[in-house]
């Protein structure tokens, strides 16, 4: 009896370090696929969809965890105006590619969750163009500075894959702001 003991023993102090060596799931580098919901205002607003790419490296330490990330996304926000004729041109206002560096932190729950909020620096485009039936011109292309807050829920499919679903609102110079929910597939490395 005594021997199995010791054997018990041996045996479970072997397996220790190896259980510490296990990479946290909310470790490392990360790519990720978005796509959501954008709505943009500015006296009024028009909805659309939104898509883009992500990347991160995140730090987990126990249950906590702290993030740097960056995003290139696009919209298919539009709204246009009159009918494309010399006496009444076309004018449309179109959201365009928003770049996106901040960071993050959260919290890890039950082992595969991480609840998490976000902040960081954003600058989105928006376009002007005109058409008056014999060609259309762009009049205008403006670069807006702002920031992003948001806040999400991040799932670990395996330790290597995850999905995630975020809301983030963005303020913008000019009065512009966005609000958006989006979802996400990504990788882990």
């Not at 058409?131 to 403006?142: A, E, M, N, R, V």
């Amino acid at each position: 009896m005594r021997s199995i003991v010791v054997a018990a023993l041996l045996a479970a102090s072997a397996a220790t370090p190896a259980l510490a060596q296990d990479k946290a799931p909310f470790t490392g580098a990360r790519v990720e696929g978005l796509v959501g919901w954008d709505r943009v205002q500015n006296n009024g607003h028009d909805d659309g969809v939104t898509y883009g790419i992500g990347a991160g490296y995140d730090f987990q330490t126990g249950m906590g965890l702290v993030g740097v990330e960056a995003e290139a996304s696009d919209s298919g926000v539009k709204q246009c105006i009159g009918s494309t004729t010399v006496a009444d041109p076309r004018l449309c206002a179109k959201a365009g590619r928003d770049l996106y560096v901040g960071g993050r932190v959260g919290k890890v729950i039950g082992g595969s969750t991480l609840l998490y909020a976000k902040g960081g620096y954003t600058n989105a485009r928006a376009k002007l163009t005109g058409d008056d039936g014999t060609g259309q011109i762009t009049l205008d292309k403006t670069n807006l500075d702002g920031f992003r807050v948001g806040a999400g829920a991040e799932y670990a499919l395996s330790p290597n894959s995850f999905i995630k679903t975020e809301y983030r609102y963005s303020n913008y110079e000019q009065g512009f702001s966005r609000h958006q929910v989006v979802a996400g597939f990504g990788m882990r490395f």
